[in-house]
């Protein structure tokens, strides 16, 4: 690991300042991603400014008494384990459980979670040289390399790595709004807006300014009738990150019919996927596992695999039916 001086900062303000005024810093919250990165030698930051003692860590109504308002550093945990979450957002507490050990959860912070970097085994090895993200320019050797665990929507020549985060999955089907703060003042995102695909430019991951701190994210109120439920598939079951994830959310009628439907997929791009043409597809359908197989199939019509995780094409395509069709159970 690198030699690294420290600060701690009580206030957004100040440790806003502090990092707009400090090359190379990065702030310290759960540091579970972070640290790791450091100790591999990915991450070389040359100053930790602990943001700690914030008070970024409350889980509360907003003022309307409807949405809910995680606050930047609100622990995994108490995330999911949060009354209001709970009941009103019961596929993020199910997504959040699914990822991580309970100790990293205890640690692991919502804004850190927004953050989480690829997992990636060719980002995470300083020696092996190709690696767009580390070495912009140097080629992607997940490409024509082992690449079983890698995208297969959204990539492009530059990078095929995916998102690891279960949590953003649950928050792109919950639209979210990411709440951030920076030496130009305060301004929020709509959570699809947030992660970026890889493009020519797969270093730049998200649309977070690298001075700016995550102070919320909120999530707005959902009509009673909604159900959910997230699904993740992986190759043991505990401490594994998701070959494919599902993150259902449907609104369904007394008359058995589809409002909205919100599909998210995780493990298969380089962020949480939107399905927006399965949505489209089951709005107005009835419930039942042929509209969802043609949303399936619409959801992964531009997929497109490698050497190695084709069947994740498929494997996707059923994960999404399992989901549904568990979230129409619930009506």
């Known amino acids: 690991m690198n030699p690294f001086t420290y600060s701690r900062q009580s206030a957004a303000a100040p440790a806003v ?3 707009a005024a400090t090359p190379h810093a990065k702030l310290l919250g759960g540091g579970t991603n972070l640290v790791d990165l450091m100790k591999m030698g990915v991450e070389t930051p040359e100053r930790l400014i602990d943001i700690n003692r914030l008070p970024l860590a409350a889980v509360e ?5 409807k949405g809910v308002r995680l606050g930047g550093l609100a622990r995994n945990s108490e995330v999911a384990e949060n009354a209001l979450v709970k009941e009103r957002y019961p596929v993020l507490a199910e997504a959040i459980l699914a990822g991580a050990s309970p100790q990293l959860r205890n640690r692991a912070t919502t804004g850190g979670n927004l953050l989480q ?4 085994p060719y980002f995470y090895d300083p020696d092996f040289p190709a690696c767009n993200k580390r070495n912009p320019g140097s080629g992607c050797g997940a490409l024509h390399g082992f690449n079983r665990v890698h ?9 095929i790595a995916t998102h690891p985060s279960d949590m953003c999955v649950a928050l792109a089907t919950l639209e979210a709004v990411v709440r951030v703060s920076g030496p130009k003042g305060d301004r929020e995102m709509a959570f699809q807006d947030f992660h970026r695909l890889p493009g020519d430019t797969p270093q730049h991951e998200t649309n977070l300014e690298p001075d700016e701190l995550i102070t919320a994210v909120d999530l707005p109120a ?3 009738t909604v159900r959910s439920h997230y699904l993740k598939i992986r190759d043991r079951e505990s401490y594994a990150f998701a070959l494919v994830s599902v993150a259902a959310v449907l ?3 007394p008359d058995g019919k589809i409002k909205t439907a919100r599909i998210a997929l995780g493990g298969v791009a380089h962020k949480p996927w939107r399905a927006t043409q399965a949505e489209e597809l089951l ?8 509209p969802f197989r ?9 997929a497109k695999g490698f050497q190695y995780n084709t069947f994740k094409i498929e494997l996707a395509r059923r994960t999404i039916v399992r989901a549904l069709n568990t979230v129409a159970g619930k009506v």
């Open 222 to 224: 959902l009509p009673a």
């Open 294 to 302: 043609a949303a399936a199939n619409a959801a992964l019509a531009e």
């Open 17 to 19: 300042a502090e990092l």
């Open 61 to 65: 109504e907003l003022p309307d008494g």
């Open 117 to 120: 970097r690829t997992r990636c």
């Open 283 to 290: 709005a107005g359908k009835s419930v039942g596992t042929e």
């Open 251 to 253: 609104d369904v009628g």
């Open 151 to 159: 995208a297969i929507l959204g990539h492009s020549e530059q990078c």
